[in-house]
């Protein structure tokens, strides 16, 4: 162990290996605050080379070892491993290249999400959003395939990495694919974005950037209710406008929104829906009166249009703070991440206010209308007795519900520790062996975040045989078909 | 050679134990859709089996409200346009279709082709919600869902978007698909100056203009550069694109026709000579179009994107071997993956190249090995001999 210690001083500095137990709490959690490890360590590397050489070190020594970006995740994933090392990226913070003119950007993996717009703008823009984005890392959105508001119109994370540079867990590194598109090969980025840092770390990351909208037009609409909003929703993409963006808040949400922020959303209205239009101003504007009269033939109650980009802005802070602005209405709260196809909106939501009921505990509801992105947020007070159990059940409930209407498990936050006995509702014992197999070609040690993602641990074992190119072909086979 | 067997699955689960009895035999196995692109990849022997999707062709659901859609590998794309277009909606992938309009949506993916639209809207791997694939062991296994936002657990359909049947079979996939527009407009101009040409699509897609397609052509000395607009106000957009184009003193015509992108497409393929997708950058076009004329080649290409086919005329083996050499030691480190050739052609060089990550190519032969580790399903046809 002192040894082990003295090892990753020896590659990063003394000064950058946290091993002091007090020092470690700062890394216990993620975004998620109930689950909590205690490594052995806590390693911050400042190059490629210095997570080669930890992870060669794990990899010798049989060490497990978590990557950590700016631990904002909301499923667990950078959660430490007891007894294990974690590789804390967030030094890891230089812009390598802006390449505007081939409209990408290659960044370390600790830059954070709102760095990379900073450094494309204001000409380009980096659509996928996170309400994190402040401080959520970029190796942590790769990880995750993280979305925002944006992406019902421009796509995940995944549709916007070009090329990385990956430490494997055996301590090679592998480049793929780079500023340009459709290499030969296997798709080695796409099944790496998205793995909740279980297949190795990404080192180096090249993202393309697109022009910024012309135009940009918002509005916030009333409804008496999550019913007639959900439909009109789902009128507006019926009718072939692709918002830039279309996010839902109830009541509640919106009566926490109010004290945080004082937008001014009326009390009485019962839902409300936060719609951006965005693109060349020729297309955009009539479009915007369409979703208008969408709105009103849709019975809204009341709009408010943003009539520049102050009250844009505010109407974007007012949905932001969701999250934050629980706070103000209940002692505790827990997030939920699941998705039902858009159709199946009203139907969810009113199961979900069914379930509030029989819990008795209130339950929030923002979220992304368009991807059908449900984010419920399920008050509970942990000095009652019981009711962080009782929350967490309906949150349960609440997932298996999304898979029963034929959608997912987790939309944006991953499964991480907190949904891996949720992935066996969504899939086959045959389809968790099929993932697994993609874990192994990658890390066949398990050292990777070894604990994350698969419900239950899998040892990978050998390769049966050697890799043939040529199998013997038996002649007279083929008659037995 | 031996002569094929071909069996054609009705269902998933048949093909599912098609290929759990080839794998317990050691049987070799090749998936075969409508066979439009069977002449791409590294050509390898016949193998003892194949497993036709041809009657896997079942539009198994199409949810309009969600604009989402559910097929069988062996649907024709074409077939699944027309079903989508009857709902005012289309999957956003145009590549060329092969004689008859054949491709299916299981060949196409398995290939990763793709035509213009891949501009705005992304290659297969970004059209994909979720898949259905046998693995060669006859494992039925699927990743992804129905829903256009999803990241429970890995994402196979992009590792089997491209994967040109090396791990095993796609039975089914689920797309997302857009509203038709309700117009469109195309925008050409042309010119002869080599010189400036190259600099023309930059000016444009450095703009927020929306297009779904920015293509180019260069053949005979002219060059063509080609945008589509399309929504329910393209005109105005078309008129801004105009006005940049401009300074480079090129005519510019509209037309509301769809026959330029057919044309765009087909050259895509050739019956006969040689095509080469070369992946470079956007502001590589001059370099790939003096590659071009140097070597006798007509181009096409997404101009936003970097991706240009290069088409050699039909001749001699030995010429379009040293031909490809030329343009690959001139376009180096850029990919140049040669796509349709006579078999000899193919034969003679490495159709993938030789420049490879060593990192990526060792991940890639692990992956082969987890799924298919007696190599039984297409060997040899992917690159490194995978
Ligand atoms: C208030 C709030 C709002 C949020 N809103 C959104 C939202 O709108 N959309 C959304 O998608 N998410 C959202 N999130 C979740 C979270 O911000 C994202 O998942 C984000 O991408 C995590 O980034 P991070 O740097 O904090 O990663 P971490 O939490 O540090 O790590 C997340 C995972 O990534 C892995 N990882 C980190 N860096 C690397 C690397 N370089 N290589 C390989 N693996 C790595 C870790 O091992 C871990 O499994 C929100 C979170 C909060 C707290």
């Given at each position: 162990m002192r040894h082990l210690i003295r090892e990753l001083e020896a590659i990063c500095g003394r000064e950058r290996v946290v091993t002091h137990a007090h020092a470690l709490r700062t890394f216990e959690?993620?975004?998620?605050?109930h689950y909590k490890g205690t490594p052995l360590a806590a390693a911050l590397p400042d190059s490629a080379e210095e997570v080669q050489a930890l992870v060669r070190v794990c990899h010798d020594a049989r060490i497990p070892w978590v990557a950590r970006g700016s631990?904002?995740?909301?499923?667990?994933?950078?959660v430490p491993v007891d007894d294990g090392i974690l590789i804390v990226l967030?030094?890891?913070?230089?812009?390598?290249?802006?390449?505007l003119e081939n409209q990408r950007i290659v960044v370390e993996p600790g830059v954070t999400n709102a760095e990379v717009g900073r450094a494309v703008g204001p000409g380009h823009f980096y659509p996928p959003?996170?309400?994190?984005q402040i401080i959520c890392s970029i190796g942590g959105n790769v990880a995750e395939n993280s979305g925002g508001?944006?992406?019902?119109?421009?796509?995940?994370?995944t549709n916007y990495v070009t090329g990385l540079e990956v430490v494997l867990s055996n301590g090679e590194m592998a480049t793929l694919?780079?500023?340009?598109?459709?290499?030969?090969?296997?798709d080695l980025i796409g099944v790496f974005v998205g793995s909740e840092g279980t297949l190795?770390?990404?080192t180096k990351i090249t993202l393309r950037v697109v022009p910024t909208p012309e135009t940009t037009r918002t509005l916030v609409a009333y409804f008496d209710g999550t019913d007639s909003a959900g439909r009109t929703v789902s009128d507006i993409v019926a009718g072939g406008i692709i918002p830039a963006a279309i996010e839902m808040m109830d009541s509640l949400s919106m009566q926490a929104c109010e004290e945080a922020?004082?937008?001014?959303?009326?009390?009485?209205?019962g839902a409300a829906l936060v719609i951006e239009l965005d693109g060349p101003e020729a297309e955009c504007a009539p479009l915007f009166e369409d979703v208008i009269a969408i709105c009103e033939a849709s019975h809204a109650t009341g709009m408010r249009i943003a009539q520049d980009e102050a009250e844009r802005a505010l109407i974007w802070k007012t949905r932001k703070a969701a999250f934050a602005a629980m706070g103000r209405i209940t002692p505790n709260y827990y997030v939920q991440d699941g998705v039902v196809p858009r159709t199946r909106l009203p139907e969810a939501l009113r199961r979900i206010d069914e379930l509030s009921e029989e819990y008795g505990l209130k339950v929030a509801n923002v979220f992304h209308a368009g991807d059908g992105n449900l984010h419920p947020l399920i008050c509970y007070d942990a000095?009652?007795?019981g009711e962080p159990e009782r929350a967490e059940e309906l949150a349960g409930l609440i997932v298996a519900m999304c898979v029963e209407l034929g959608?997912?498990?987790?939309?944006?936050?991953?499964?991480?520790?907190?949904?891996k006995r949720y992935l066996s509702k969504m899939f086959s014992e045959d389809d968790l062996d099929a993932f697994h197999r993609v874990r192994c070609a990658f890390d066949p040690g398990g050292l990777?975040?070894?604990?994350?993602?698969?419900?239950t641990p899998r040892l990978c074992g050998e390769v049966p045989g050697p890799y043939r190119r040529h199998p013997l072909e038996r002649a007279g086979l083929a008659e037995r078909f | 050679m031996t002569a094929v067997h071909c069996v054609t699955p009705t269902t998933p689960e048949d093909a599912s134990e098609v290929m759990r009895a080839a794998a317990a035999t050691a049987t070799n196995v090749r998936p075969r859709g409508a066979?439009?692109?069977?002449?791409?990849?590294r050509p390898i022997d016949e193998p003892n089996l194949e497993i036709s999707t041809?009657?896997?062709?079942?539009?198994?659901?199409?949810n309009e409200g969600d604009l989402t859609a559910v097929l069988e590998a062996g649907v024709p794309l074409q077939r699944a346009q027309e079903a989508f277009a009857r709902a005012g909606?289309?999957?956003t992938l145009d590549p060329p279709l092969g004689d008859n309009d054949a491709a299916t949506i299981g060949g196409i993916v398995a290939t990763a082709d793709q035509g213009p639209?891949?501009?705005?809207?992304?290659?297969c791997r970004d059209l994909l919600l979720g898949v259905t694939v046998v693995l060669p062991d006859g494992t039925l296994a699927r990743s992804g869902?129905?829903?256009?936002?999803n990241v429970a657990g890995y994402d196979l359909a992009k590792l089997y978007a491209g994967s040109f049947g090396t791990l095993g079979l796609i039975v089914e996939v689920i797309v997302r698909l857009q509203p038709q527009p309700v117009k469109q407009l195309t925008l050409m101009c042309e010119t002869d100056d080599a010189e400036s040409f190259p600099r023309a699509p930059l000016l444009l897609s450095h703009?927020?203009?929306?297009?779904d397609c920015l293509d180019v052509g260069w053949r005979d000395g002219t060059g063509t550069l080609m945008a589509l607009f399309r929504g329910a106000f393209p005109e105005g957009r078309a008129q801004a694109a105009a006005r940049l184009l401009e300074p480079t003193g090129m005519t510019v015509t509209t037309t509301e026709g769809v026959a330029p992108w057919a044309e765009q497409r087909a050259?895509?393929?050739?019956?006969e000579g040689a095509v080469v997708r070369v992946s470079g950058r956007a502001t590589d076009l001059f370099t790939v179009i003096e590659c071009a004329q140097r070597t006798g080649a007509t181009l096409v290409g997404r101009a936003g994107l970097g991706i240009s086919w290069l088409s050699l005329p039909a001749s001699e083996p030995n010429t379009l071997i040293s031909a490809i050499e030329e343009m690959r030691s001139e376009l180096s480190p850029r990919a140049c993956v040669l796509l349709d050739a006579p078999e000899e052609v193919r034969a003679g060089v490495d159709v993938w190249g030789r420049e490879h990550d060593e990192g990526a190519l060792a991940l890639m032969r692990r992956v082969k090995s987890r799924f298919d580790p007696a190599g039984l399903c297409s060997p040899g046809r992917f690159l490194g001999g995978i």
């Open positions: 959690s993620d975004g998620l605050l631990g904002t995740g909301l499923s667990g994933g950078a967030s030094r890891m913070r230089r812009i390598i290249e802006i390449d959003d996170p309400s994190s508001a944006h992406c019902f119109k421009y796509g995940f994370t694919g780079g500023k340009e598109l459709d290499g030969p090969g296997y190795g770390i990404a922020t004082h937008a001014g959303y009326p009390p009485e209205a000095s009652h007795g959608g997912s498990i987790t939309g944006e936050h991953g499964v991480g520790v907190d949904k990777a975040n070894p604990t994350k993602v698969m419900p | 066979g439009t692109k069977f002449g791409w990849g041809a009657r896997l062709d079942r539009i198994i659901e199409h909606q289309m999957l639209l891949r501009h705005r809207y992304g290659a869902g129905k829903v256009i936002k703009a927020a203009l929306e297009m050259r895509q393929r050739a019956s």
